[in-house]
């Protein structure tokens, strides 16, 4: 099993949009029921404000290397992540478990 961790936060010199945040973060919550190879999916914003904080976090799960690639270039998640790219930078981090 292969877990995927990103985290999300506002780009530097992106003025916070609230109706935007919460659009993008919707559809970041419902693209794991859209994408058969994933296993586990959570998505949730941070709840403390620290200077090292981030403001979201995904968790996901595949079974594999070939499942990963599956979720990473299926047509809804590349959609999402053209929206996504002006408005969060990220990190994201896979490993086995």
Same mark, same amino acid.
């Given at each position: 099993?292969?877990r995927h961790i990103v985290l999300f936060r @506002?780009?530097? +010199?992106?003025?916070?949009? $609230?109706?935007?945040?919460? *659009?993008? =973060? &919707?559809?970041? @919550?419902?693209? +794991?029921?859209?994408?058969? $190879?994933?296993?586990?999916? *959570?998505? =949730? &914003? ?52």
């Amino acid at each position: 099993m292969i877990r995927h961790i990103v985290l999300f936060r @506002r780009r530097p +010199g992106v003025d916070r949009d $609230a109706g935007l945040e919460t *659009r993008l =973060a &919707a559809r970041m @919550r419902d693209l +794991g029921a859209q994408i058969p $190879a994933i296993r586990f999916w *959570r998505v =949730a &914003a941070n709840e403390l404000t620290r200077p090292i904080s981030w403001d979201y976090v995904l968790e996901s799960e595949v079974d594999n290397a070939a499942e990963l690639d599956a979720y990473l270039f299926h047509p809804l998640h590349v959609a999402l992540v053209a929206d996504l790219k002006p408005y969060f930078d990220w990190a994201a981090v896979d490993y086995t478990v």
